[in-house]
């Protein structure tokens, strides 16, 4: 992909542009919603970045946006993880220091009725993924894991920390614990693994510049961007699931974290690596948890418009409240989110606003 000028980047990153320079991470699914946000950061920080994506979920419009944002050009493979000429055209110029891997399909209720498609995405692309990190002798991964691996905590359990049992309720969350578990016998079998799984809780929002930011393909599945689009008159409605649920206005809580958040989580883990033994999980979450109204009400603040709400029944498998305990990774990543749900609101809602169809705009 082509850049702003490299002088430019080099003098906008300072004194960690130089301590980098050789070192490259491989980002799979960098073109998505998460990924897009974390090469910003990436770039910023020094990193040279290589993306893999098959482009099943997202526009080659979001990495020129994240050039445009970074000052900097990455490297771009279009390719499925699944592809072992595709992998060896991502690691081919060798260099690479370590992998981010968010490549993967996410939402749930389509993991319900296409398992099959789910765990061959998830499991057999992550293991297509690792053999061609041992071929090119690349032990260092971080991976998009998530709250989902501890399914319905039930009453009392939050904030859940990383040893609350794990109980995914379907078969995305099945997928993502199978790849967690495979993560650490693979760490357990061979030396010289470093990885870290981190369970991300619910991420939101979008970049401050508006620039990139959450464009599912669809119905949203998702509270944050469902609510945008009934904002923007894109959605004639938001459906609200359930309001009997036995919470502080009957709606269900959850614990949503800004995007950009989420992204430094990753540069945190990748300075981090090269101390971890094995593999170990984290989560990334802000600690607190805030019940659908209570976003809806934040949507209505950051964009002064009503949000059309229909209210209808839980959905099936839905959990009554989700929220993490951070703690390890503020202790041991030195992570915490710094952003709020008024963040999240208004950086999503300048991201609607100016992109009402999204990169289709
Ligand atoms: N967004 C969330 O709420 C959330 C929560 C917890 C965990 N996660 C995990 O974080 C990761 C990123 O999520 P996201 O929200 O950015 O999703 P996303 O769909 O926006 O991004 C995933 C990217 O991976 C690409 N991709 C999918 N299958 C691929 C394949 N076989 N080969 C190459 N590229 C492929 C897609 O085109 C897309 O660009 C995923 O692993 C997801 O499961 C997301």
Redesign the pocket.
Known sequence: MTGGPEAASLAAAGPNRLARMAERVLV??G?????SHTCVELLAAGWDVTV???????SPEALRRVEELAGRSLRFVE????DEAALERAFGDGGCAAVIH?????AVGESCVDPLGYYR?NVA?TISLLRAMRRHDVRRLVF?????VYGDPGPGACPLAESAPLRPSNPYGQT?LCVERMLRDLAASEEDWRILSLR?F??AGAHPSGRIGEDPRGLPE?LLPGAMQAAVGRLPELRVFGTDYPTRDGTAIRDYLHVVDVATGHLRALDRLPAVNGCSEYNLGTGRGVTVFEVLEAVKRASGREIPAVLEGRRQGDATEVWADPSLAGRDLDWTAERGLDDICADAWRWQKANPEGYGS
Do not use: R
């Open positions: 799979t699914g073109a998505g919603f998460i990924g893999i994506d098959d482009l099943s979920n997202s390719g499925d993880v699944l968010f490549a993967a399909k996410k995405t692309g998009s894991s998530s709250a989902t993502k991300y619910n991420p998702n």
